[in-house]
Structures are given as structure tokens and as C-alpha cells.
């Protein structure tokens, strides 16, 4: 008789909490992305949309960034708790005491790199000798390349826009792989050649960011954020990404279904979210390798940006969230 009594309660127990976890309001989380809404962004807009946040627990916000998007401040200030940014950046702030961590991966390699018309003579990094390219001035990669290659290169700053890329034929321009191919050639130009930072060996990541307060205050709701997250990028890759397309439509109005569909397709065709490399897949989404933080620290401290010893991938990096 006490053994039943004893099984009883802790089968009433455990409906107890049951009934207080469906109680339990969602926990709110907010995310800076670094640019408007668009493909690049389908992972976490397939997971809002399909509601895998929600049954997380999690009520998501998706805040749209943009060529003025601050998203390292608001994460480190706490405007924001979650942060889409790019690794090396990322570790040129934390060198400098901004208190955040990098904790998931949102594209194994980052996807900037250097556009090329089609029928440029330039083929390879060698041939950018003496040549002038549009780009931020700031930009580290450049600076890998003068090293690396004993360049000379002039540099015109950016302004966000094609328009001077397309009035030139001999023009080289800093672009992202994923959406500037596709408004070149609605443009009416060539579908052009790209440069990529991978393939000169500098590999950075694009990568998830929180304040290091929000990482020690809600590991279990930045594990659960990261778990949707994942399921959220699979979902839109290999399955239907109409649910993802119809959110980043209401987010964006210049979203078109042709445009959607071309991002997706180079994302996908790239291997932007699961990895090139051997042990890419599915299960690459989101992972971060600390061994490659250590080669881009190397490599940044080697051109002089960053200072020696001022980060690691220790103090950089964390893999505590990730499943």
C-alpha cells in the first residue's frame, strides 16, 4: 500500500509539472540581424515561421539590420540578446573589451568576397596587381591579400550598390556571394565571377553573438534558441521554404519570390550553411571550430590588426551551447 501511495505521488508530481511548465510564459528573446531580411537569413525565419522557437519555448523577435545595422553594440549594451556578425570583426571588438561571445555559426565560411565581370582578364588573386577595387577601406581581407600576394591594390569605398560595378567592364568590386550576382544580371549584366575569401585561405566565419551576462544568465534558453536555430536552417534547406519566403516577404517588400529562390539556390549550391569541407553536412550547421579561430587570430595578428595576445579562441569562442 505505501509503495502504491509512493507511486502515486510521484505520478501526480510529475503532472504538477507538466502543468506548470504549459503555464510557464514564453521566455523573449531578441536578435539583431546584420542586414534587411533576406535568404541569408532563411534559418531563422523558417524556424519563427514554422515554430520552432515557439515550441522551444521561446517568443523570437527578428530585428532587421542594415548598411547602418550596429549589431555588436546593441548585443554588448543588451538592446539586443542574440547577434548575426562576422567572425573577424567580431574578434577585432572583443580584443578591445567588448564583452560578447561567439557562440554558433551561421555560415561556414563567411560569403564576401570580390566580384568580377565575366569577361574580366582577372582570373585569379595574382591578377588584381595594380588594380583599383571598390570596397571598404577597412576591410582585413584586402589586407591578407596585399601580404599574401605582394599586391598593390587602390581602393575606392563602397556605397552598397552595383550601379558603378555595372558602368565599368574592368571593374572589381567587394560583394557578398549570395544576393549582389543576382542583382547584376536583372541589371542586364553578365552573371559574374567571384573571388572568395575561402579560396585565398582566409576563412571566417559569419557567426552568432551574445553578451557574455546573457550567456551565464540563460544557458538553457540560448541552448534551446540554438536548437530551433538548427532545425530552423535544416528545414529551409532540404525541405519547403515557402514558410521562411512568406515571413522575409512581410519583413521586406523588395523580397521576390525569383530573387528568394536565386539566394537559396547559391546558399545551398556553396555550401554555405553545412561546410565544404570533408566532414560537411547537415550536421555542420552552426558548429564553430576553435582550431580555425586559432588560424584567424594568427593571421590578423600577422597583419598587424590585431594586437598579440589580446584575444584567443578560448576567450572568443564557445561551444557550451551548440547540441
Do not use: C
Amino acid at each position: 500500500m505505501k509503495l502504491t501511495r509512493f507511486l502515486l505521488s510521484l505520478v501526480l508530481s510529475g503532472l504538477v509539472l507538466q502543468v506548470h511548465a504549459a503555464d510557464k510564459p514564453p521566455f523573449k528573446l531578441t536578435v539583431q540581424l546584420d542586414w534587411v531580411a533576406e535568404p541569408e537569413h532563411g534559418g531563422f525565419y523558417q524556424a519563427q515561421a514554422r515554430g520552432f522557437f515557439k515550441a522551444e519555448g521561446l517568443d523570437v523577435t527578428l530585428i532587421p539590420g542594415g548598411p547602418g545595422a550596429v549589431v555588436k553594440e546593441s548585443v554588448a549594451t543588451g538592446k539586443a540578446d542574440v547577434g548575426q556578425a562576422d567572425s573577424i570583426g567580431t574578434l577585432l571588438q572583443q580584443a578591445e573589451g567588448l564583452p560578447f561571445v561567439q557562440f554558433a555559426a551561421v555560415f561556414q565560411d563567411d560569403p564576401s568576397g570580390i566580384l568580377v565581370h565575366a569577361d574580366s582578364p582577372v582570373r585569379k588573386f595574382e591578377d588584381l596587381q595594380g588594380k583599383t577595387v571598390i570596397a571598404r577601406p577597412e576591410w582585413p581581407f584586402l589586407q591578407f591579400l596585399k601580404k599574401k600576394y605582394g599586391l598593390k591594390v587602390n581602393v575606392v569605398a563602397q556605397n552598397f550598390s552595383v550601379a558603378a560595378f555595372l558602368s565599368n567592364p574592368g571593374a572589381l568590386q567587394q560583394g557578398y556571394f549570395i544576393a549582389e550576382p543576382y542583382h547584376i544580371v536583372q541589371a542586364g549584366g553578365k552573371m559574374p565571377r567571384f573571388l572568395s575569401t575561402w579560396d585565398a585561405g582566409f576563412r571566417s566565419y559569419a557567426v552568432l553573438i551574445t553578451s557574455r551576462k546573457f550567456a551565464r544568465e540563460h544557458p538553457a534558453e540560448l541552448r534551446a534558441f540554438v536548437r530551433a536555430y538548427i532545425h530552423g536552417w535544416r528545414d529551409y534547406l532540404d525541405g519547403d521554404p515557402a514558410s521562411a519566403h512568406a515571413a522575409l516577404k512581410k519583413a521586406n517588400a523588395n523580397n521576390t519570390d525569383e530573387f528568394m529562390m536565386f539566394s537559396r539556390k547559391m546558399i545551398i549550391d556553396e555550401k554555405l550553411v553545412t561546410g565544404r569541407d570533408q566532414d560537411g553536412g547537415p550536421a555542420k550547421i552552426g558548429r564553430l571550430e576553435p582550431a580555425r579561430f586559432a588560424t584567424q587570430i594568427t593571421q590578423l595578428e600577422e597583419l598587424g590588426i590585431l594586437a598579440k595576445g589580446k584575444v584567443t579562441p578560448a576567450t572568443a569562442v564557445t561551444t557550451d551551447f551548440l547540441p
